[in-house]
């Protein structure tokens, strides 16, 4: 059996261990949740994101499903609805600053904050070469800065706990710093963005510009920036960095107001984003997102994670 043989079988392996244990309940010990445990979740309407939604609301946690566009996330928790879970649903364009500004009055003023932030909300548009500086400017703005704008707004939100406030970042392998393919070529800026005790907001901002002159410019292609889903790659490598860079900053919160922030890859997902070209059901591209969600006993703080199990940025 070669390489590729035993890596194919080893992910299997885990897929099935992973689907087996989703199918053992919660004990008393580890639900920390109950009903008044508030979940946010971006981009919720569909994919990933809706998936999530239903496994939070499936455990019983208060979830509050967002989207952009009102007609479809009203659809969404109906059909949830109708499948016998609670939701609740508000719009939220995590892209429009008063929109979050919005959203985050409503939930401070009816839940009084919230315990879980789910970021998902996330686009892509170009599979290679076919980029444009107008769709990476679309990809980073959502990707990244609604992310960051999102995680600012809600951190005040965040309710104490002795287990722990959560922020899951739904992220990619594809922004990997150290991956094996599909990596930037640039080997001080690689280091740069791994040495996070130099890592500011400031280096993240500057990759993003610098890359987003590229694209507009016609240079990306020599620039040394992923060459497959380029504009989603260097974008989810902004997550990864901003991940790192706010579990730094949020290290020092003393006992009963930690907030533990973390980042995970849900794999290749049969989900619009994709063109439904996944090998990964959405339960399976929502698992882990939801583990870290839920851990009873949450230590990890600016990991990264895919399939359960931590791996390198």
Known sequence: MGKKEKAKERRENRLQEIHLLRTIPYSHHQRWWSKETVAVVT?????IGFEICRQL????LSVILTSRDVSTGFDSVKALQEGGLSLVYHQLDVVDYSSINQFAEWLQKNYGGLDILVNNAGVNFNLGSDNSVENARKVIETNYYGTKSMTEAIIP???PSPVGARVVNVSSRLGRLNGRRNRISNVALREQLNDVESL???????????????VEDGTWTTGGWPQVYTDYSVS??????????MARKLSERPEGQKIYIN????????TALTG??????VEEGADTGVWLALLSDQTFMGKF?????EISF
């Open 43 to 47: 981009g919720g309407n569909r994919g």
């Open 57 to 60: 609301a499936t455990h019983g």
């Open 157 to 159: 939100l965040l309710k």
């Open 200 to 214: 500011s907001e400031e280096l993240i901002d500057r990759t993003l510009s610098t890359f987003l002159q590229q």
């Open 236 to 245: 989810k490598l902004a997550v990864n960095a901003y991940t790192r860079l």
């Open 263 to 270: 980042c995970y890859c849900p794999g290749w997902v049969k």
């Open 276 to 281: 439904y070209a996944g090998n990964n059901t």
């Open 305 to 309: 994670f895919a399939e359960r199990r």
